[in-house]
T-cell receptor
Framework: AQSVAQPEDQVNVAEGNPLTVKCTYS??????LFWYVQYPNRGLQFLLKYITGDNLVKGSYGFEAEFNKSQTSFHLKKPSALVSDSALYFC?????????????FGRGTSLIVHP | DGGITQSPKYLFRKEGQNVTLSCEQN?????MYWYRQDPGQGLRLIYY???????QKGDIAEGYSVSREKKESFPLTVTSAQKNPTAFYLC?????????????FGSGTRLTVV
């Protein structure tokens, strides 16, 4: 069965510092991996995805993610954090389930960027 | 602009009452999904539908029901059998056959039992 793990419930970083939000996955076959962001009382917004190709994927709002097959990881990164980046971040994998492609989400990581 | 509309934004339910959450999309997506979000538990799949007039149970379908009579609409009914319905409910849509296609989410409905 497919799964993703976000080992940190919360990540704290100072504004201007680099940030990393961690995600590891477990799937059979090639993974299709996604990152989403959620602001309070809102739906999730797509940030970026890895399907194939370059291991470093660039996405919205200056975020990027590094796919590492040997470590089965897909960590989200940003070189310089902003206070406005404070939100809940979800990693997801989309795999086959009963003939359909259904995503499985991690538990989410709360990112807090301090001024 | 294309997107997903969930209504109402806030909903209050009395004990023993059924309530229906609306989800409408104009993205021409064939697949639609309902998730429940509780603090610290991430998103849990309730029901999903890949095509009109067909839907499947997700991981926590007990106490919920859905219908898919139109491509654009996927309403969720929270029945009195759902003993702990207070949560944030999210609807999403996507292209069913494209594994690499992402999801578009609505803004959510917060349901509270009073």
């Amino acid at each position: 069965a497919q799964s993703v793990a976000q080992p940190e419930d919360q990540v704290n970083v100072a504004e201007g510092n680099p940030l990393t939000v961690k995600c590891t996955y477990s799937v059979s076959g090639n993974p299709y991996l996604f990152w989403y962001v959620q602001y309070p009382n809102r739906g999730l917004q797509f940030l970026l995805k890895y399907i194939t190709g370059d291991n470093l994927v660039k996405g919205s709002y200056g975020f990027e993610a590094e796919f590492n097959k040997s470590q089965t990881s897909f960590h989200l990164k940003k070189p310089s954090a902003l206070v406005s980046d404070s939100a809940l971040y979800f990693c997801a994998v989309r795999d086959a389930r009963g003939g359909s492609y259904i995503p499985t989400f991690g538990r989410g990581t709360s990112l807090i960027v301090h001024p | 602009d294309g997107g997903i509309t969930q209504s109402p934004k806030y909903l209050f339910r009395k004990e023993g009452q059924n309530v229906t959450l609306s989800c409408e999309q104009n993205l021409n997506h064939d697949a639609m999904y309902w998730y429940r979000q509780d603090p610290g538990q991430g998103l849990r799949l309730i029901y999903y539908s890949q095509i009109v007039n067909d839907f499947q149970k997700g991981d926590i379908a007990e106490g919920y029901s859905v219908s898919r009579e139109k491509k654009e609409s996927f309403p969720l009914t929270v029945t009195s059998a759902q003993k702990n319905p207070t949560a944030f409910y999210l609807c999403a849509s996507s292209i069913a056959s494209d594994r690499g296609y992402g999801y578009t989410f609505g803004s959510g409905t917060r349901l509270t039992v009073v």
